[in-house]
Structures are given as structure tokens and as C-alpha cells.
């Protein structure tokens, strides 16, 4: 029996046929052998699900019947995962392509202290090999977050937020503070997750000699990313401001929709439309 963590992998995936076979080519390669993986199709209609389940029978697949969105789909990876005992489950996203020893030291990091609960590698852009995340951090005057670019001279640091990109997570923090936000269909529930974690009394660590890359696929649909960002952050900050960025938060969003208000009426630019129908779509959720 291996002494090593047990450590469910899921990967979540919606018409990924052009990304999913390098993905999981390269997490079947990983030097750590104690993990399973577990493939989560939101119901793809480019034949992704039949290539996975060709080419890696290994997997464990679960296929939503419709497209649940992030955190929902994520989450029936993660159930599936915890009823089996999982140690650590690892959400990654379908266009990555992982180093084979990234995984070996996230959980070295990860088993050194008990209060880390969340733990990402050093993502690097998979075409430019920039990096893409060395670290998060919540801006909570701009109703952003900002990904960080440079890495720091230590073996792991501490992080606002990890993306949901890579995320390590020890199966104790869903004991204690519970899945993904299903509030969220798209982006800002890793940021969600993360802040609930750090609350929980765990650290969210960056581990600077782990890497892997990303090969932005959602680049390929601007409009749709953008009208999922303003939801998904009108979420956010109406759930996270701490109350003394309140009355701030809320002017700048006055100011955020002023500014909309302005382009779509003399601009007339698709962004801006796409931007007004996300603002308006929140006020109707009531979420």
C-alpha cells in the first residue's frame, strides 16, 4: 500500500477536444504515483467526452447533462473524490499541460504544515512561457484581482487567492468550510473559495519550483468571458467586501456603470453592450 497522500485529480471539461489529449498525455506521465483522475464533461458536443474515454480508460468519467458551469461541475468531481477517501483533490483546468514532477512537490509543500489547505504551481503561459500566476491578489478599490507575474525567492509563499486554473486542495478545508459557490456558473469562485479557506483559518501557498502551463482556451470567445467576469465579480464583492470598503465599493460601481452607460450610447462598441446586459442580467438574478 503507498504511503504517499491519496490524491483525486479532476478535470473539468466542455468541448475540449483540441486541449484534452495533451492534458491528460501529461498528468499520466506525473512521477507521483498514489492519484486517480477524474474527468467531468459538462455535456460537450465536439466528441471531447468519447476522445477522453478512448484514449486515458484509466479516468473515472462523469458526465453532466448539461453545462453546469465551474463550480458545479467541479463540485460533482469533488464529491465523487471525497467518497473515496480522497486525501487532496487537484482541480485542473482542461488546456493545461503539467511538468511531471509538479505534482510531487505541491504535496511536499502541502504535507510540511497543517494549516496550508490550498496550494497552486507557478502557471506559466503555455505558448510564451511568461508566467501567467506566481500569486493572487484581491484589489478591492477596482473590484479586480490582479494575477502577479513575478515569483519570489522562497521555496512557498502565501497567496490572497489561488486560481482555479491549478488548485491543490486538502480534503479537510471541504470538512470545514464546504464546495465551490455554485452562485458562481463562471470565474471569481476560486477567489470565493479561497477567501472562505483563509477565514477557516488555512493559508492559500504558492509553491515557486512547481510549474506547469496554460493554454488559454476561453481567449477564443471574448464576449462570453467578459459577461461572465462582471457577473461573476458583482457576485463576489456583494458576498466579500469587508465592511469598511463598502461605501466605496459601491460608489465605484456607480461609477463602473456611469462609464457603461456612456460607451454604450456613444461609443456603441460590443464590449459595452455586453457589459450593460451582465449588469443587467445580476440585477434580475437578485442573487
Not at 476522445?51 to 453545462?67: G, Q, R, T, Y
Not at 504535496?107 to 496550508?116: G, L, P, W, Y
Request: charged share 30%; aromatic share 14%; with cysteine.
Amino acid at each position: 500500500m503507498s504511503t504517499q497522500p491519496k490524491v483525486f485529480i479532476v478535470v473539468l471539461n466542455y468541448n475540449g477536444k483540441d486541449v484534452i489529449k495533451k492534458c491528460l498525455a501529461s498528468v499520466f506521465k506525473l512521477d507521483y504515483s498514489n492519484f486517480e483522475v477524474v474527468f467531468v464533461d459538462n455535456n460537450s458536443k465536439d466528441g471531447s467526452l468519447e476522445l477522453a474515454k478512448s484514449c486515458f480508460p484509466k479516468a473515472h468519467f462523469i458526465k453532466n447533462e448539461e453545462n453546469f458551469g465551474y463550480a458545479a461541475g467541479n463540485n460533482a468531481g469533488i464529491r465523487f473524490s471525497l467518497e473515496r477517501m480522497a486525501d487532496y483533490v487537484l482541480l485542473l483546468n482542461n488546456d493545461t499541460e503539467v511538468e511531471n514532477d509538479f505534482l510531487a512537490k505541491l504535496i511536499e509543500v502541502a504535507e510540511s504544515d497543517n494549516k496550508i489547505g490550498l496550494i497552486s504551481p507557478i502557471i506559466f503561459e503555455g505558448k510564451t512561457k511568461k508566467v501567467w500566476f506566481s500569486g493572487g491578489e484581491i484589489l478591492w478599490r477596482k473590484m479586480s484581482n490582479l494575477h502577479k507575474k513575478d515569483i519570489e525567492n522562497k521555496d512557498y509563499y502565501d497567496s490572497d487567492f489561488i486560481t482555479g486554473c491549478s488548485m491543490l486542495v486538502k480534503s479537510g478545508v471541504f470538512k470545514k468550510i464546504g464546495l465551490l459557490d455554485e452562485d458562481y456558473f463562471l470565474y471569481w469562485e476560486d477567489a470565493d473559495f479561497s477567501l472562505r479557506a483563509k477565514k477557516g483559518g488555512f493559508r492559500n501557498v504558492v509553491v515557486s519550483s512547481s510549474r506547469i502551463y496554460h493554454f488559454e482556451a476561453s481567449e477564443k470567445n471574448k464576449e462570453n468571458k467578459i459577461y461572465w467576469l462582471v457577473i461573476s465579480g458583482l457576485i463576489f464583492f456583494k458576498k466579500n467586501t469587508p465592511w469598511n470598503k463598502k461605501y466605496w465599493v459601491k460608489t465605484y460601481l456607480l461609477m463602473r456603470k456611469a462609464k457603461n452607460l456612456w460607451d454604450v450610447m456613444f461609443n456603441k462598441n460590443e464590449i459595452a453592450l455586453t457589459v450593460q446586459k451582465a449588469y443587467k442580467d445580476f440585477k434580475n438574478a437578485k442573487i
